[in-house]
């Protein structure tokens, strides 16, 4: 919805269109081949009503060659051609229910076999577009009776697909309640594509005061309060211009705002994709995303991984497999990547559009017009399976139908569905309103997120820093996530997903870091939390217990799900090559004295070696067993044990 027309553009538009109706309808007139010889009425005054409808399109008046045609069928209602005609018309006007009628009305009157197989292709098509799957299925048997090569051919390989899928998945409706977003949200003549925070508390989406080609797009948010929604206002000034502003996406921290702009004056091509930061409560000046992200081709659609740093969109750029594929483009810390297309698992041969992935990062939904679906667009998911993208599924009646279904968003916490229900009258949209639904759980298989905030602050003058905090998946040492606390106020933001372990390395320069650990393998670990970080200065003597080094019982090399904090450390040491450390390796009271002192020098020269093989000088880092001598807690229960069982690391220098 965000390609508008200025009114200028309008007009040329409508001349073309109309000069474009007029040759098309003339080619199919010729393709027909129809005269008066080969007429099947023989009553005069139908044939004079045909005459005089052919001149009136010849004239471009249709609304008289309708008047005639229809005329000439009431006065003989087995007069094929008359039928033909009307279907043309109809079917070039995008008409397309009248044009279903009177091809309908052709083959009724025509034995089967003489109905050419390209109407009966047109008719399937139409029948299967308004939900006739029976009678698409009939029409297109009629096809391949006819022409049974044709069954190779991709449309109609997926036309058939795509019927026999819609007569199967009809019968298996989800069982769902849509409801309306209050009147706070709905407030607008058009309201589309909507997202909503992690927290659940800010809705934000695109809206139209009017259904005019030319009405302005504006992004605009309502806050959940005690009471409800709050009517919907524009997010910001520096955002909404009397220009065209839409299909956004926003970080999960909120602070990322990434949307859609098609002004000619500020694009490569007619729509590129902007960014704007929060800092504090104030949104920065939108800036292009530049000629790496953007193309001289339509780009539009943006989603955000929960991070912001790899952003998903379609667009219709050469490379891709159809017409809109979806793409990403990944920011490593020093600016975006060129896009990269996701491959033919996602993007087929025609338009694949509106990405949305989920706060879990590994579900990806879609719209298609390429996958086998219920008619027009589709909503699609797949998800990421050892870093790959999984089959795509269709998500079924009755959130797909044989009408257009193009954008959905669904909630951290894997229920809460929203999409746009649009209202049509002659083919023309007359007005949307934003719905919600709940995702029968379990249905879709999605691991819920949830997520931790706080505030990273100086230990020693509790002002607020502007950290980097890198969230890491301990059991899959690919899984990186990296996010920074506000500039401003310190505050941070992570997004984490049921059934997995996750350690945090928190960063500063001039700061020791600190490392934490989340555990989210029950739903109780799920809960919204709250964890302030205080970091201490990178100064001798300051300690850190590193929370994410693992060993198994009776073992001094750490495990595999240690590897990744101590890339990270590695890392950290790297990019503060004047600080040295001591590893202090702890155990707790139980067993031999003598042993336990043995098994901690063990541990922390372990430690020193594997950081070594990551490119650490062995001098920075001085490997010291304690056994036991050290306990942080000195009670007799397994969390105590526990807690004195620890590898931390000392500034010496």
């Known amino acids: 919805m965000e390609d508008l027309f200025t009114n200028t553009q309008v007009s040329q538009y409508s001349l073309i269109r109309n000069f474009c109706l007029f040759i098309s309808f003339m080619l199919m007139v010729a393709q027909a081949d129809l005269s008066a010889q080969t007429l099947s009425t023989d009553n005069k005054k139908c044939i004079k009503l045909y005459h005089k409808a052919e001149d009136a399109v010849i004239d471009r008046d249709f609304e008289a060659a309708i008047d005639l045609y229809k005329e000439a069928i009431d006065r ?28 309908q009305g052709y083959a009724d009157v025509t034995a089967s076999e003489q109905v050419d197989y390209k109407i009966w292709r047109n008719l399937a098509y139409l029948q299967f577009e308004s939900g006739e799957y029976d009678r698409a299925r009939y029409s297109l048997d009629q096809v391949l009776i006819q022409k049974p090569e044709h069954r190779n051919d991709p449309d109609l390989s997926w036309l058939e697909q795509s019927i026999d899928f819609s007569m199967q998945v ?34 934000i989406y695109t809206k139209r005061d009017s259904n005019r080609p030319d009405a302005d797009e504006d992004i605009v948010y309502s806050i959940k309060q005690k009471s409800g929604w709050t009517p919907a206002t524009s997010i910001s000034k520096r955002i909404n211009t009397e220009l065209n502003e839409g299909a956004c996406t926003i970080s999960a921290d909120g602070r990322i705002l990434i949307f859609t702009s098609c002004d000619a004056g500020r694009t490569f091509g007619n729509c590129d994709l902007f960014v704007s930061y929060k800092q504090g409560d104030q949104w920065s000046k939108p800036e292009n995303m530049g000629a790496v992200v953007n ?10 991984s929960p991070d912001g740093r790899v952003l998903y969109f379609s667009s219709n750029r050469i490379g891709g497999f159809g017409k809109r594929d979806i793409w990403m483009t990944i920011n490593d810390g020093k600016g975006w990547a060129k896009p990269k297309n996701l491959g033919k698992v996602i993007n087929s041969f025609r338009d694949e559009t509106t990405p949305f992935i989920h706060a879990n990062n590994d579900a ?7 996958h086998p679906g219920l008619g027009g667009y589709d909503l699609f998911f797949s998800k990421k399976e050892n870093g790959k993208w999984g089959d795509v599924k269709n998500m079924g009646f009755p959130i797909n139908t044989h009408n257009d279904e193009v954008s959905i968003f669904i909630a951290a916490n894997g229920q809460d569905a929203y999409y746009s229900q649009e209202v049509f009258e002659q083919g023309m949209l007359i007005s949307s309103d934003i719905v919600s639904f709940k995702i029968p759980r379990d249905s879709l298989g999605l691991n819920k997120s949830s997520y931790i905030t706080g505030r990273v602050f100086d230990a020693e003058t509790n002002e607020p820093l502007n950290a980097d905090l890198n969230l890491m998946n301990l059991n899959d040492s690919t899984d990186l996530y990296m996010v920074s606390s506000d ?70 090399v750490p495990n595999k799900r240690s590897y990744q904090e101590l890339r990270t450390i590695a890392r950290y040491m790297k990019d503060n090559p004047k600080i040295s450390f001591e590893i202090e390796g702890h155990t707790d009271n139980r067993g031999n004295a003598a042993y336990n002192l043995e098994l901690s020098q063990k541990r922390a020269e372990s430690v020193q070696m594997l950081l070594v093989s990551q490119g650490v000088a062995k001098n920075r880092l001085k490997p010291v067993g304690y056994g036991a001598s050290k306990p942080l807690n ?19 220098n």
């Open 364 to 370: 990806l939904f879609f719209s298609s017009t390429s």
């Open 170 to 203: 009809i019968k298996r409706p989800w069982e769902i309640t849509i409801d309306a977003m209050p009147s706070a949200i709905n407030r607008y003549q058009l309201q589309y594509f909507p997202i909503v925070s992690v927290d659940g508390n800010t809705f």
């Open 634 to 652: 000195t009670a007799n229960t397994e969390f105590a044990h526990q807690s004195n069982r620890r590898i931390a690391f000392r500034v010496i």
């Open 295 to 304: 193309s001289k081709y339509w780009d539009s659609q943006p989603s955000l």
């Open 76 to 103: 003989d209602p087995n007069f094929r051609e008359a039928y033909l005609k009307l279907a043309a018309i109809y079917k070039i006007h995008q008409l397309k229910d009248s044009a279903k009628v009177y091809y």
């Open 487 to 556: 500039v401003q106020t310190g505050e941070y933001f992570l997004t984490i997903t049921e059934g997995r372990e996750y350690g945090v390395f928190v960063d500063k320069t001039g700061y020791l870091f600190e490392n934490l650990t989340f555990e989210a393998h029950s739903n109780s670990a799920l809960d919204p939390d709250t964890i302030d970080i205080p970091l201490k200065p990178l100064r001798e003597g300051n300690t850190i217990v590193l929370q994410n080094i693992y060993f198994d019982f009776d073992s001094h």
